[in-house]
């Protein structure tokens, strides 16, 4: 793939705010949730960018890391806690993974002697 | 290796012309002058008076941090001389202004800096001085938290990271564990500990291209794990944008970061900091005595309004109380997000 002709583009982030075009009521909601969901409350604002940056990892989402690699550094967090996170994830799907192993062996012992 | 400052390279940035045309010609989605024009401050910001009188006594600093905006170093020798310094403390004497704030490079490498804070104390002011720490720890200063406790001057001082890695970075090998000597020392006297009133602020800048975290949020973490694993103790802490010019401009060029953290600052462009902006309350005294609305104006030479006096040889206080305030687009810096100045957020 050549620089210019990619599915991913940096520049189309600054564009997230027009998921909401074509659904202009259900985008207000989703981005009045959105704001809700990551302003200060149980969890700290730093908690949950590292929460989000984590799950921006697991789910491979190119946009999100981006955006939660800048907001998390703006919450104060350090390179260290941000690859604790990153580790977090990852050992979350190494484990999923691993433990699927289990219905593998169920499958494996039901069929061989 | 001593890092050299931008003067000393011959960098082209070592121009204050150079660096307005970097931030001039930048694509912009808005100037700073229009995005202030569309806030109730506009069309034109003004100042609501002078509270605090800061003077900038030298370029001479025993640490060439990275990000350093008045782009001192050991290489620099320049110094305020005798006359602006008579000039200038006749004129805080016979003053009302509260708060006299002395900056540099590292001010206490001046040879009157210590005149300056007694007769800046003995005036009833109170006296602030922005300390590196380091200079702290060698022997020629090492007197100063004692001095310092005695006038009760407020100790204001950067460290930008709870730990070494994000410290050093930014200041230069070394400079945590001498700052948290330093930070010893002021304890020692006082400074820091609950009861004494003697205050000793810290200041927090991003080590790289992105905004402050919220300034509570990092009082209490730096509060945490500086007691926790240096045992050392401070007053408050704030929390100052980096400003695009001079030394952190250049970074921001090596790195490919300008537009990046400019359009950051412009996207977070918050107009609720406005109002508490430090050029408002603040005048800011050069080396050679001309006047200046910031530290940040003096640095790129945009001296105050026309229509206000220019020196301190031909201070009016009248007419810089009410003066238009000079503005450019690095003054982004201290209008994004929770705001900046030299007193921290201002929003």
Known sequence: MSEHNHYYDPADLKKFGEVGKNAKELGEKFFSWYGSVFAEGALSEREKSLIALAVAHAVQCPYCIDAYSNDALEKGANLDQMTEAVHVAAAIKGGAALVHGVQMRNIVTKKTM | ?347
């Open chain 2, 1 to 347: 290796m001593t890092r050299l400052s931008l003067v000393a390279d011959r960098h082209p940035l070592a121009s204050t012309d150079e660096q307005k045309r970097r931030l001039r010609t930048l694509p912009l989605v808005k100037s700073f002058d229009d995005a202030i024009g569309g806030t109730a401050f506009g069309p034109r910001l003004r100042a609501t008076g002078v509270e605090v009188f800061q003077i900038n006594v030298g370029r001479k600093c025993n640490q060439a941090c990275h990000h350093c905006h008045v782009d001192a170093g050991p290489d620099r020798t320049e110094m305020m001389p005798d006359d602006v310094v008579d000039a200038t403390l006749r004129v805080l004497e016979g003053s009302s202004i509260p708060t006299f704030d002395i900056t540099g490079g590292a001010p206490e490498l001046h040879e009157r800096f210590e005149e300056m804070v007694e007769r800046g104390a003995r005036a009833g002011k109170q006296v602030m001085d922005r300390c590196n720490l380091t200079i702290l720890r060698t022997q020629r200063y090492a007197h100063l938290p004692a001095f310092f406790a005695k006038h009760r001057v407020e100790v204001v001082s950067s460290l930008p990271y709870y730990d070494e890695s994000g410290t050093d970075a930014q200041r230069g090998d070394g400079v945590f564990e001498k700052s948290i000597e330093a930070m010893r020392a002021l304890n020692a006297v006082g400074y820091g500990v609950e009861g004494s009133g003697l205050v000793f602020t810290l200041v927090a800048n991003p080590v790289g291209a992105f905004l402050p975290a919220p300034q509570k949020s990092m009082e209490a973490d730096f509060k945490r794990q500086l007691k926790r694993k240096h045992g050392v103790e401070f007053t408050r802490l704030i929390t100052i944008t980096n400003m695009p010019i001079s030394r952190y401009l250049e970074w921001l060029d090596r790195s490919g970061n300008t537009e990046p953290y400019m359009n950051r600052l412009v996207s977070a462009f918050n107009p609720a900091t406005v109002a508490a902006v430090m050029c408002r309350n603040t005048i800011s005294v050069g080396m050679d005595g001309r006047l200046f609305d910031c530290d940040f104006n003096q640095m790129l030479d945009l001296g105050v309004h026309a229509a206000a006096p220019q020196t301190i040889f031909d201070w009016d206080q009248r007419l810089l109380d009410q003066r238009e305030i000079v503005v450019e687009n690095h003054c982004y810096g201290c209008t994004a997000g929770q705001g900046s100045s030299c007193g921290g957020a201002t929003a």
